[in-house]
């Protein structure tokens, strides 16, 4: 046995005879052939119905600057990303001379409201751009500066130009089937049913003694808007109560004997809906 300089014995190296490494590569070649024959009959099947995984929901945050009287509100709807997706809600809106305009992006993704027909219009752009919305914010508000009763403004997403929409301007305060009014509003939205989705926006609603909002229900299934923290609240219902709002129509709060204050209100048909109004 080899001893190396200071005494200790050397483990002998021996190398792999030719049969042996033959041997090995025969069991490799056995082993891919056997799983090969196993899965080629099922890939088809395997690629058809791939196994299930679970979703993760993606929701953009539900934080919204307080409404202002005196604009409209056009909703970009969750999923709107996606072509061929519900994508601008009024699609075709009217929007009250001299009322300025407002996009609130309920989508995960960054959108844009730009005037013009698409990203090939020469004018695109001249007459508004919100410039990019982030999830869950919504755009400056719009002025449509020279606009005349009867005008209609075409615009797209410069992100997805297959999103587009129109509005037309109507005679100062009336409404039609747009977001907004002449006054404030308050939108429950599309899917606002399932609890922990974005309900009403503005979550926090600034108005004025006086004022008469409007509540218009996005969603398919039936709300309230009710003044209280709940069904269990012995006041509730007492300042205000839209009663039941079928799905896709509209109501009045009135206001004119309501005090400024901060009051909270909820959804008497799915009661984890709530929001705030601050008459000032």
Not at 22 to 41: D, E, F, N, S, Y
Not at 124 to 144: N, P, R, V, W, Y
């Amino acid at each position: 046995m080899a001893h190396e300089e200071h005494g200790h014995e050397k483990e002998p190296i021996i190398p792999t005879s030719a049969r042996r490494m033959g041997k090995g590569l025969l069991i490799m070649v056995v082993t891919l052939a056997v799983g090969a024959a196993i899965i080629v009959p099922f890939f088809n099947a395997m690629y058809q119905f791939p196994p299930p995984v679970n979703k993760i929901a993606v929701k953009p945050p539900t934080e919204q600057p307080p409404a202002e009287a005196g604009t409209t509100t056009i909703a970009i709807l969750h999923g709107a990303a996606s072509q061929g997706s519900p994508d601008y809600d009024p699609d075709d809106g009217k929007v009250p001379l001299g009322n300025k305009v407002v996009w609130s992006n309920q989508d995960t993704v960054p959108h844009t409201a730009t005037s013009g027909s698409g990203s090939e219009d020469p004018n695109k752009a001249k007459l508004f751009d919100t410039s990019i919305i982030m999830a869950g914010k919504s755009s400056s508000a719009t002025e449509l500066k020279g606009a005349k009763e009867g005008d209609t403004f075409n615009y797209f997403c410069t992100v997805h130009p297959y999103m587009t929409g129109k509005f037309t301007v109507t005679t100062a305060g009336t409404g039609g089937n747009t977001t907004g009014t002449s006054g404030p509003s308050i939108n429950i939205l599309q899917g606002a049913a399932s609890q922990g989705s974005p309900d009403f926006d503005p979550d926090e609603l600034k108005a004025k003694k006086g004022d008469e909002i409007t509540v218009a229900n996005h969603d398919t299934v039936p709300h309230t808007v009710t003044s209280g923290t709940g069904s269990s609240d012995p006041n509730k219902g007492k300042l205000f109560d839209t009663s039941i709002i079928s799905g896709g129509k509209s109501a009045k709060i009135s206001l004119a004997e309501v005090d400024p204050g901060q009051y909270d209100y909820f959804c008497v048909v799915h009661e984890y809906m709530k929001g705030k109004l601050v008459v000032e």
